[in-house]
């Protein structure tokens, strides 16, 4: 089971507006912690991240990253809390199968994984830009659907209404139906944690589309093609590369889908 630790800190603050001037309120800050993984004993990445769904996040980031090719080789996750300083990490110990343990020494990453960006650490041009997953594309989202889905997703995103500072990523079935949603400081970690989830619930990612609170930048588009999403929706424009990688691999790319309005690239 994965384990959660504190995904916000409750501080007092001082609010000011012109109508009632400065006062002292309560508010929630998101957690922000550094993630250490290590692959039967290599140190890998540090990644900041909620620490939230710590093992969904160990199974998704092991798949979009092609450490793993599925699920179970994954043989086991031990989150262990570590205080430096008075911050709290966490060392994550992943027993994968040594067969494909060699992975590790190509894809190593040699410096921290940034809460804003997927690609941080990572030590060759050849990994972040390696080609993007063919995806089969079965569903056609109705523009209705994404609409119902958008207001879903507002309401589903408890940690941001109380923070106000992380991303989501939602799955929704071909019906505009929200089947899940992990909330992250970081897009990608969030989305790491989706397909996680997906993995382990053996869910057929043809079979529906992902929702996502951020632009649609370049990585995420490659974990979902990782992952074989065929259809993503973002809240914001994508950039120019992440529009090349989605018809590269066979992705619609739906952006600046906002309630009334989208637009697909």
């Not at 620490?51 to 199974?59: A, L, M, R, T, Y």
Request: charged share 20%; aromatic share 6%; with cysteine.
């Amino acid at each position: 089971m994965s384990q959660n630790f504190n995904e916000s800190e409750r501080i007092t603050i001082t609010r000011w507006n012109e109508r009632d001037g400065s006062h002292q309120t309560a508010d929630y800050l998101a957690q922000e912690s550094p993630i250490a993984l290590v692959f039967n004993g290599i140190s890998h990445a540090v990644m900041m991240m909620t620490p939230s769904n710590i093992e969904q996040f160990v199974v998704g980031f092991s798949l979009t990253e092609g450490i793993i090719d599925h699920v179970e080789q994954i043989y086991d996750v031990e989150v262990k809390p570590v205080d430096i300083d008075g911050i709290t990490g966490f060392e994550v110990m992943v027993e994968i199968a040594s067969s494909i343990d060699w992975r590790l020494k190509q894809q190593k990453r040699v410096l921290s994984g940034r809460t804003g960006c997927g690609l941080c650490g990572t030590d060759s041009l050849e990994h972040a830009m390696r080609p993007v997953s063919q995806v089969k594309q079965s569903v056609v989202i109705q523009p209705e659907i994404i609409n119902n889905a958008l207001a879903q997703l507002q309401d589903s995103q408890m940690l941001q209404q109380q923070t106000g500072a992380v991303h989501a990523a939602a799955w929704f079935s071909v019906a505009g139906e929200l089947q899940q949603i992990y909330e992250d400081v970081g897009r990608h970690n969030a989305l790491d944690k989706l397909i996680g989830h997906m993995a382990q619930k053996k869910i057929d990612p043809s079979d529906g589309f992902l929702l996502m609170s951020s632009r649609g930048s370049y990585e995420i588009i490659h974990k979902a093609a990782a992952a074989g999403i065929g259809n993503v929706v973002t809240i914001s424009a994508p950039t120019a590369l992440a529009r090349k990688l989605a018809e590269a691999a066979g992705i619609k790319l739906v952006g600046f889908a906002r309630p009334g309005r989208h637009a697909e690239y």
